[in-house]
């Protein structure tokens, strides 16, 4: 009887398109975290400059550019911590997805901020470094490369497949 190699250690690397809906379904709380931000920003910006309730933001101000940052951030926290504290976001629960190191340890928080900041620039290159997982050999991203991460796929409990 020939020998059969043995079954692999690590889960097997998440198609993209998981990884896709994932994404896709995150943007919904980060939305609303958005909408929560934009609000204490006009009413700062209302209050605080004595504007009249119905003006906006000026297009490319100071604050607007702030508004932008702060987005940014709060996107940044909300995946960092989703990241740090299980592994995953609300989006990736669905799919069974989960965020780990090389190693397939918790990843550190430095490597999520690497992985978020790498993500946004993939983002900001029409989603680049997304769809390089689809030629890459291992199924990695531009940010799973750059963070020493990986996202896994967890098999389902209860059966013996994913």
Known sequence: MPDTPAPP????????????????????PVL???????????????????????E??????????ALWAACWLVTGLYAVISWRNGGQTLGMRPWRLRVRATDGGRA????LWMR???????????GLGFWWAWVDRDRLTWHDRASGTRVVREVKRGSAGG
């Open 32 to 54: 609303a975290l958005w909408l929560l931000l934009s609000a204490a920003f006009t009413a700062a910006f209302t209050f605080l400059g004595h504007h009249d309730a119905h």
């Open 108 to 111: 550190s928080t430095r490597a």
């Open 9 to 28: 250690t690590t889960p097997p690397r998440p198609w993209i398109g998981w990884r896709l809906l994932a994404m896709f379904y995150d943007l919904w």
């Open 116 to 126: 978020f900041g790498v993500a946004t620039v993939s983002l900001l290159a029409g």
């Open 56 to 65: 906006n933001i000026a297009p490319l101000s100071g604050l607007q550019l």
